[in-house]
């Protein structure tokens, strides 16, 4: 899908150098399914702390989970 949107220019820049990326648009498209990707694991992430979802795991495991390049806190 087409579309035109405004962006600041060094929030691209930023995002094709952390991407390697060097089409604004394959850019933009990889930021934005990241973007989807964390907000389904906080999802499930905060079911799982609800109980909501039973998952045996321990603190230690689930920490392991996540890379010190995916804290986005």
């Not at 949107?5 to 150098?17: F, G, Q, T, Y």
């Not at 973007?35 to 603190?59: H, S």
């Not at 230690?60 to 010190?68: D, F, I, K, Q, S």
């Amino acid at each position: 899908m087409r579309i035109t949107v405004d962006i600041d220019a060094s929030d691209l820049k930023e995002v094709m150098r952390l991407t390697s990326l060097k089409k604004k648009s394959s850019a933009i498209a990889a930021a934005v399914s990241e973007y989807l990707r964390l907000r389904r694991l906080d999802r499930i992430m905060a079911m799982v702390r609800e109980g909501k979802i039973d998952y045996r795991c321990t603190n230690e495991e689930l920490e392991g989970m996540v890379g010190p390049e995916d804290d986005h806190s």
